[in-house]
């Protein structure tokens, strides 16, 4: 008797265990490990460490892929297995970190119930108070019902505590997205290189990308996520914007790049120190990601209050070219903005939002402005 004890004791402790990860899933985080037959009720997980590796509070379910609910067959992009949060459901994991490094969080979630669903991210120890990120699940990108998101955070301890929550509270106590395959990605601080003033500007750092998707991952406005997982940018606008692969999508340069996806709700940005009365060229890559993205684009270049404008035709094949917007400085410091004019869908009727892509951002002073005006 004392021996079973002993060894359950254990075993829980084994659970706890925080490991290191820096680029790629969390341990069973795609929820390939599931909680024993006794351990649940139908779907819903009952104990609170039924899951391996993760703690779980309020109503969670253990869903299978092809299960049915409604008319509404569940399909989960990683294994077969995922977790639904319902009703002020939250899954957590310890994590060894390195203290005072950036981190992003990617996950799928998929959406399924009619009414507005979100989730609220954060990590603990965490020396700012009140720096959690709710991130709205209502407006879908991809085509199949499930997305990509990220979250970064700093890392305040040598270990976090990562928390998945959904602060809903509906009549159906089911209703809640469905979460599958998180990841973790220590996220380094890309040095300017010599020839660009911009940071990032190919946006080659960035988060985690799964390599057995097709649906890119949202970086969540700055209102949502106050630490960029996309290093040097910011997303200062409404909306999210795609950050892509070179695996699935077309590519200017490089292996990543972002998608605007949603017009003038979405917008990136960076600034730049410059010396005022000088003269600065700012070139960059606009294109489509070859994804049925059909249309007239416009893609709104500001340095400050200066503004361009540059069209660019998509067939949604996949092609670029290259732009080049030229400004004198009017300050000691220069916000340079990204965002895409208009609104576009793609033309495979799933009436998912897409847009212009932007690539290979560069910036650089000249001291012959002649040869550019
Ligand atoms: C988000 O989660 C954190 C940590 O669990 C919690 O303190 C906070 O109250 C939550 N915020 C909302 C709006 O639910
Ligand atoms: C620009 O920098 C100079 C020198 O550091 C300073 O005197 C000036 O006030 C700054 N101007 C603005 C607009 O910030």
């Known amino acids: 008797m004392y021996r079973a004890t002993v060894l359950l004791v254990s075993l829980c402790i084994t659970w706890q265990v925080a490991l290191s990860v820096t680029d790629g899933l969390l341990p069973n985080g795609d929820f390939e490990y599931g909680p024993k037959p006794s351990e649940m009720k139908g779907t819903v997980v009952i104990a609170k460490n039924a899951i391996p590796n993760w703690e779980i509070s309020g109503f969670i379910e253990y869903i299978k892929s092809g299960h049915k609910q409604g008319d509404m067959l569940l399909v989960v992009p990683d294994g077969a297995y995922a977790v639904r949060l319902g009703n002020e459901a939250s899954i957590k994991q310890k994590v060894k970190v390195t203290q005072g490094e950036f981190y992003s969080l990617t996950f799928n979630v998929a959406r399924t119930c009619a009414q507005e669903e979100k989730l609220n991210l954060s990590v603990s120890p965490n020396s700012e108070p009140r720096d959690w990120g709710i991130l709205p699940m209502q407006t879908m990108y991809s085509s199949n019902g499930w997305d990509a998101y990220a979250w970064a955070f700093h890392a305040d301890g040598p270990e976090v505590e990562i928390s998945i929550h959904n602060p809903g509270v509906e009549e159906d106590a089911a209703c809640g997205p469905l979460v599958d395959s998180v990841a973790l990605k220590l996220l380094s601080n890309p040095k300017r290189a010599r020839d660009n003033l911009l940071k990032n500007g190919n946006f080659e750092e960035g988060p985690y990308m799964f390599p057995n998707t097709d649906w890119g991952v949202l970086i969540p406005p700055h209102i949502e996520d106050d630490q960029c997982p996309l290093p040097g940018w910011i997303v200062d606008s409404l909306k999210a914007v ?121 910036l650089v002073r000249v001291r012959n402005p002649r040869r550019h005006l």
């Open 242 to 362: 795609k950050y892509i692969d070179r695996e699935h999508f077309t590519v200017p340069e490089g292996k990543r790049a972002v998608e605007l996806i949603a017009g003038k709700e979405s917008a990136i940005s960076q600034t730049v120190k410059t010396i005022i009365n000088k003269i600065y060229v700012l070139t960059f890559y606009v294109g489509d990601t070859s994804n049925s993205c059909v249309g007239s684009m416009v893609v709104e270049v500001y340095a400050g209050k200066d503004r361009t404008q540059v069209p660019y035709e998509s067939n949604g094949k996949g092609g670029f070219k290259r732009a080049k917007f030229v400004f004198k400085a009017v300050s000691n410091h220069t916000r340079i903005t990204f965002l895409s004019s208009f609104y576009t869908m793609k033309s495979d009727n799933s009436g998912s939002l897409c847009g212009p892509v932007l690539d290979d951002v560069k």
